[in-house]
């Protein structure tokens, strides 16, 4: 729907923009004349109501005159600078909690065409630990988020007793690769969130998240922990989910170690255990990404397919 809603607010654009130049250059010079020839008739008696009235602008043109240039401002903001975004999964917790909505900086990965995503002109490209919006490569209708783990030519790898990530950079020539990245992690502790129990693990829960207290506990719930991860330059907390174990058979060509292509990258959840991601369905190619979260400018609290219960203005601001 995010293609669509695009293509329409361009074709809406081009239309009202080309009535509005169309009234501004040649109807409006029509109504001049008309107006100059009713005066001369009259004898120059008549006042500018009556002129109004001789030369009025037709109710088609004068909604145009107004809703053109809102449009162009959307348009120009929402394609190039910056679009606004829902976040609906529990996917990027606790960095990103269900009922945030983001700021994504769209130029951040290149200027691309509104409609079909094709760049423009390059202004950089994502490094390790950023937050990025892609459109998922099994369905591009989709907006996903996730954290930039792996660039092109890194052997990601991901243990799934450990829950930790390595990364050898420059892999992709088939020869040795470069040392590791230095990513560390900080002691494992008890998280202030709880997770209501699916039935099923590794997809994206987009419910069932809840702030309990430490020194209480949620019937049904269990107690997640967190834990930092130091990704290159960028420390950021991640979450586990104790009793969930990955499947590792239905890992992304069935192993648990891949080397990104060219021209693509390797995304993960900072939810370890609730994140559908690179580690089951692939790579995302460059032409995918939408551009970098960079803030959060409002959030409620609310659970998927609930109304807001309250608004958290604590977390307005940058996200890490």
């Known amino acids: 729907m995010a293609n669509m ?63 053109f240039p809102v449009l162009a401002v959307v348009l120009i903001v929402r394609s190039f600078i910056f679009e606004p975004f829902q976040i609906p999964s529990g996917s990027m917790m606790p960095t990103l909690l269900i009922g945030d909505f983001i700021l994504v900086e769209k130029y951040a990965y290149g200027i691309k065409d509104p409609v079909y995503q094709k760049t423009l002109i390059e202004t950089g490209h994502p490094e390790r630990g950023d937050i990025a919006v892609f459109k998922y490569p099994g369905d591009p209708q989709l907006d996903y988020i996730k954290r930039v783990v792996g660039l092109p030519g890194d052997r990601v790898s991901y243990d799934p ?15 040795a690769c470069d040392d590791p990245l230095p990513i560390t992690y900080s002691n494992i502790e008890p998280s202030v969130f709880e997770q209501v129990i699916p039935s099923y693990y590794n997809a994206e829960a987009a419910s069932g998240f809840y702030q309990v207290p430490l020194d209480q506990s949620m019937d049904g719930a269990e107690r997640m922990q967190q834990r930092s991860e130091t990704l290159g330059k960028v420390a950021h907390q991640i979450l586990i989910l104790p009793i969930a174990s990955d499947r590792v058979s239905e890992y992304y060509h069935n192993t648990h170690t891949w080397i990104v292509p060219p021209g693509h990258y390797f995304m993960m959840g900072d939810n370890r255990d609730n994140s559908a991601d690179s580690r ?40 890490h």
């Open 280 to 319: 089951y369905w692939g790579f995302v190619p460059e032409q995918n990404l939408v551009g970098k979260a960079v803030a959060i400018w409002m959030s409620f609290e609310k659970q998927q397919g609930e109304w807001p219960t309250g608004v958290r203005l604590n977390r307005i601001g940058g996200i």
């Open 5 to 67: 809603f695009a293509l329409i607010l361009v074709i809406a654009t081009l239309v009202t923009g080309v009535l509005w130049c169309l009234d501004k250059f040649v109807f409006a010079a029509k109504r001049r004349e008309k107006r100059a020839a009713a005066q001369a008739a009259a004898g120059n008696s008549l006042d500018k109501a009556a002129l109004a009235r001789v030369g009025a602008k037709p109710g088609l043109l004068e909604t145009t005159a107004s809703v």
């Open 161 to 175: 007793i450990a829950k930790e990530v390595t990364v050898e950079p420059n892999c992709s020539s088939g020869q």
